[in-house]
């Protein structure tokens, strides 16, 4: 007589086999994008944007957050982008980039662009 407390396939300790596959663990899926910032931030206009004689309250806004940011020398950082605006820029960029390893030229990039945070100021669009 077999032994109910044995150990063997056939006994009651025996694994249980069934025909239902491995429980897996479900495949995470990616957080959906914090779009809690989408419309509060002006979007960044493009390197061509920036250039003498251009008018607009972006780069006085620009300004102002460079100014906030510590980056003012006390010139004026108004709706006209100028010298004084590109050196605020590239005053930012060197502290994004120390040691001259990256796009410090006074321009400001799409990186250094969502650093600053520029509030918006432009209209939005249906898009945007």
């Known amino acids: 007589m077999?032994?109910?407390?044995?150990?063997?396939?056939?006994?009651?300790?025996?694994?249980?086999?069934?025909?239902?596959?491995a429980t897996a663990t479900p495949a995470t899926t990616p957080a959906p994008a914090d779009t809690s910032d989408v419309g509060v931030y002006e979007p960044y206009?493009?390197?061509?944007?920036?250039h003498g004689g251009r008018h607009s309250p972006i780069n006085a806004a620009l300004g102002r957050r460079l100014e906030q940011e510590g980056h003012g020398?006390?010139?004026?950082?108004?709706?006209?982008?100028?010298?004084a605006?590109?050196?605020?820029?590239?005053?930012f960029q060197q502290t994004l980039r120390p040691k001259g390893g990256g796009d410090t030229s006074g321009i400001p990039d799409e990186?250094?662009?969502d650093r600053l945070k520029v509030p918006r100021v432009s209209p939005r669009t249906p898009d945007a």
């Open 111 to 113: 990186t250094a662009w």
């Open 45 to 50: 206009p493009g390197a061509e944007f920036f």
């Open 85 to 91: 605006h590109r050196d605020a820029v590239a005053r």
């Open 2 to 21: 077999p032994d109910p407390n044995s150990s063997t396939q056939d006994g009651p300790k025996a694994a249980r086999k069934t025909d239902e596959p």
């Open 73 to 83: 020398d006390g010139r004026l950082l108004g709706p006209d982008w100028t010298n």
